[in-house]
């Protein structure tokens, strides 16, 4: 486990949020799946028959909602995603010398989380993007960001899938209080449609797209109006299987499909509700205690947006009958599962609200395990 106090004034100064431009709701996907599903069994209906294939069920608007908590997501692209004869997106491939799908959604958040810091490209000294994805292997996403702001200095990506995000402001609060940075760019851009298996009625409506930045500094530097000082960091990873994607270049080697059965995201849900939810809420207390506060008293927590019910349950052990959407907002119903970018959007939309001196967690949990907290204060705006 990692576990800090501090020994350098760090704050966020400024995030950003770029949103894609297409949404598609469950409404819509779901005609799409349930068309691919009957095809499918028309199709395979003697295999189906003789018990050499499983049927596929068809889905409901109804079902998404209950299980999920998401109603809509955003996408990069819908060309495709809603075609039954083609099921994923269609993303056309650039030239190496056009900035990449991944990078341009980072860049978009960066630009707007250098000006709410009240940033030069300049001022920056390093870029770090974490992502539950990573678009290619090399050269890093980080890296082509930092090129394409004009950033001088070091940049690298990191993945520790849903806790990307925090695991990344965590690094940029050690780089920091190292001295080997005084401020950070941190970027999380989750381009997740690609990585969605549209044609799995359990997993089909999780994921979308969206990018995230932030800015953290040292406070002595900080200019931006609407500062937040990092009181501490926490991070813990447990292995598991529950939450797993094979997808990798290795596929070739094996002579097997790298898009094939089991190498797309899958999970066993009613495992990582039970295993994940117990082992975040005490993260949660523990670290929030370390820092001198009461979980019940924290004004808000921006926790990580995969599963409603998920959010509910720990909300509720974490603030009692104090819990509500106000302490914990909800984005995950229109921007579904964004991988590690959710607690940042919703720390980005549902915090202006918030007091000088008043405290919130950012917390992400997912595969891995893995679990990222940052306990933070309003210190201006």
């Known amino acids: 486990m990692s576990d800090n106090k501090l020994p350098r004034n760090v704050v966020i100064s400024g995030t950003g949020l770029w949103t894609p431009p297409h949404s598609i709701s469950n409404e819509e996907l779901v005609d799409a799946y349930n068309a691919y599903a009957e095809r499918y069994n028309r199709e395979h209906a003697a295999q189906i028959e003789a018990g050499e294939l499983a049927a596929k069920p068809l889905s409901s608007a109804e079902f998404i909602e209950k299980a999920s908590g998401i109603k809509s997501r955003y996408v990069v692209s819908r060309d495709g995603i809603l075609d039954p004869g083609r099921m994923r997106p269609y993303l056309p491939e650039r030239s190496d010398d056009e900035l990449c799908m991944q990078a341009e959604m980072g860049v978009a958040a960066a630009k707007q989380a250098l000006a709410a810091a009240g940033k030069q490209p300049e001022d920056i000294d390093a870029v770090i993007v974490g992502a539950s994805y990573m ?105 598991s299987n529950n939450i797993r ?35 975040a809420a005490a993260h949660i207390e523990s670290h929030v205690r370390e820092s001198g506060s009461e979980p019940a008293e924290l ?13 509910n349950l720990i909300a509720k052990k974490l603030m009692g009958d104090g819990a509500s959407e106000e ?49 933070v204060e309003k210190t201006g705006g």
């Open 135 to 239: 678009q290619r292997a090399y050269p890093a996403i980080a890296i082509e960001i930092q090129g394409a702001l004009g950033i001088d200095g070091f940049a690298f990506d990191m993945e520790v899938a849903c806790s990307s995000a925090t695991f990344a402001l965590q690094r940029a609060v050690d780089a920091i209080c190292s001295g080997s940075a005084t401020t950070v760019l941190v970027v999380n851009p989750e381009l997740a449609s690609p990585q969605i298996d549209f044609t799995d009625r359990d997993s089909h409506f999780i994921f979308g797209d969206v990018a995230v930045a932030s800015v953290v500094e040292c406070g002595e530097t900080a200019t931006a109006d609407d500062t937040w000082q990092i009181l501490g960091t926490r991070a813990k990873t447990v292995f």
């Open 299 to 311: 004004a808000r927590y921006w926790l990580h947006q995969a599963n409603i019910n998920m959010n």
């Open 245 to 279: 994607s094979n997808f990798g270049y290795t596929a070739r080697a094996a002579d097997v499909d790298p898009f094939g059965e089991g190498k797309l995201f899958r999970q066993n849900g009613r495992k990582v509700f039970k295993e994940v939810c117990p082992m």
């Open 327 to 375: 302490r914990a907002p909800v984005v995950l119903d229109r921007y579904a599962n964004t991988g590690c970018a959710g607690s940042v959007i919703a720390f980005h939309l549902y915090r202006d609200d918030l007091q000088p001196g008043e405290r919130g967690v950012i917390c992400s949990f997912g595969a891995g395990y893995s679990i990222g907290s940052l306990v």
